[in-house]
């Protein structure tokens, strides 16, 4: 009897579709969102995450209301994540039914935000979104670096520390994304993952990179992810989640089949 | 028409559990309400909760959700507490500093510790994601739900019963979690069955068929 390792697919929505880009450019349609996570939910998918990544206000308002309608057909966990900056943006999205908010950029701006929104509405429902980048050279010893606006600025903030701050101000998890991996389907940067679920007492969940079912192993076992993220392998029926999930099970990893 | 009322205290997110229930009721009416006469009229009532325990028992106590559950529990029909809103049934829990609960059942609400660990391997809080329940008494609730199945956890305290008898299912997590009970017209759970996909939502559905007898 152990807690599994959980599979999340992550769907990034735009305009009220689901897009996927290879390194945040060149993005394809992947369908209705809510056709896609009750597509996800069937097959066992142990979490949906759903990036907004769109710019104006109605493209914000198509998401509550896409959220709203997955929330009454999916019944796992739902992470809403993609420009909350305030706490009536985690209100409006608990509201439509997501359980839990995932902070990126805002956090970096405003550290305090990340407490208030901790202590408002519980640990369990702040994740706190972190865009690393390794910045060291080779040779030299492991740095990664903390980066904004889809992985284009670099604040200069050290990615370990910087995740242990956020948890000592309340956040209940981390995804971790790493820059240098996501979308080219190389695998997840084992290095970071490890560094910051060996730092940190919360769950890590480990994304950027997967391009087939041993980066989600290796995620697992050498990145030590409580949980692992990906987005392209299922969205273009590369792999079924039941795959990914027997194929992690063969490998000696707790999965809830 | 068959009622249900979830009671809002205002804490944490009722809208999964209330689409979870309508979702699975073929017809029920859902009330999310904190107002004690359609508390009284409901033929079933729901405690959620999710959040701390200090200001989820301040809300509960400020608007009389106390007086509901208590006379709930003594009506007779059939009630449910989900994850705060089942620690929020026993005797007292150790999170903000220790914080008296509504003693419906004896026991304790403890943190897992910030070393908690399983074999040598250390393990996170809070406790999140999926883990096997073993049912250790036969329920209605339990009914068309395998042993051993897998539900949805998220919490960072646990549920020490003092009353082995009235648990019905039991968790490890490091420790053991009695993350069930179960007494006459109530049943609890740590998980949260809303979220818990094809078994949380059999659960909801024979809590919605339960006539509250065991």
Not at chain 1, 105 to 132: H, K, L, M, T, Y
Not at chain 1, 222 to 239: C, P, R, T
């Amino acid at each position: 009897m152990a807690l599994a390792k959980r599979i999340i697919p992550c769907l990034d929505v735009e305009n009220g579709r689901v897009v996927k880009g290879v390194q945040f450019v060149d993005i394809r349609d992947a369908g209705d969102p809510v056709e896609v996570a009750k597509r996800y939910d069937e097959q066992g998918a142990d979490e949906i995450t759903f990036l907004d990544i769109t710019a104006t206000h109605e493209g914000r308002d198509t998401m509550v209301h896409t959220v709203e309608r997955m929330a009454s057909q999916v019944f796992i966990p739902l992470t809403v994540g993609g420009g909350i900056r305030t706490c009536d943006d985690i209100r409006t999205m608990l509201n439509a039914g997501a359980d839990k908010v995932s902070i990126n950029s805002a956090a970096v701006f405003n550290p305090e935000f990340v407490r208030e929104a901790a202590e408002r509405f519980g640990s369990q429902c702040i994740v706190v979104a972190i865009d690393a980048k390794k910045v060291s050279q080779p040779g030299e010893t492991d740095k990664w670096e903390i980066f904004t606006h889809g992985g284009r600025k670099p604040t200069g903030i050290d990615a370990v520390e910087w995740a242990k701050k956020m948890v000592d101000l309340g956040a209940g998890e981390i995804l971790l994304t790493s820059m240098d991996q996501d979308g080219v389907k190389n695998g997840y940067d084992l290095g970071v993952t490890r560094a910051i679920s060996e730092a940190v007492n919360v769950p890590v969940i480990a994304s950027g990179g997967v391009g087939n079912l041993d980066h989600l192993v290796d995620g697992c076992i050498e990145g030590k992810a409580d949980a692992v993220l990906a987005a392209s392998i299922f969205h273009f029926n590369e792999y079924s989640i039941p795959e990914a999930k027997k194929y992690m099970q063969e490998r000696g990893i707790e999965v809830r089949l | 028409m068959s009622t249900i009322a979830v009671i809002d205290y205002g804490m944490g997110n009722l809208h999964s559990v209330a689409k979870a229930l309508e979702h699975v009721g073929d017809g029920v009416e859902v009330w999310v309400t904190a107002d004690p006469d359609k508390v009284r009229a409901a033929d079933r009532v729901l405690l959620p909760g999710v959040g701390a325990i200090r200001d989820c028992m301040a809300e509960i106590c400020r608007l009389g959700v106390d007086q509901e559950v208590a006379e709930a529990i003594a009506s007779g029909k059939p009630f449910l507490g989900i994850c705060v809103g089942y620690q929020a049934l026993m005797q007292h829990s150790e999170e903000n500093g220790g914080v008296d609960c509504l003693g419906h059942f004896e026991g304790r609400v403890n943190y897992f510790g910030d070393e908690l660990k399983e074999e040598g391997e250390r393990l996170k809080v809070p406790h999140m994601g999926w883990n096997q329940v073993s049912q250790t008494i036969d329920h209605p609730l339990w009914a068309d739900i395998p042993d051993n199945s897998r539900f949805y956890f998220v919490h960072s305290y646990y549920v020490k019963a003092q009353q082995a008898d009235l648990v019905a299912g039991r968790t490890r997590y490091g420790v053991d979690c009695d993350v069930a009970m179960a007494r006459d017209n109530v049943f609890t759970t740590q998980f949260h069955p809303e979220k818990s996909h094809t078994v949380g939502l059999q659960l909801l559905k024979n809590f919605l068929s339960w006539n509250g007898k065991v």
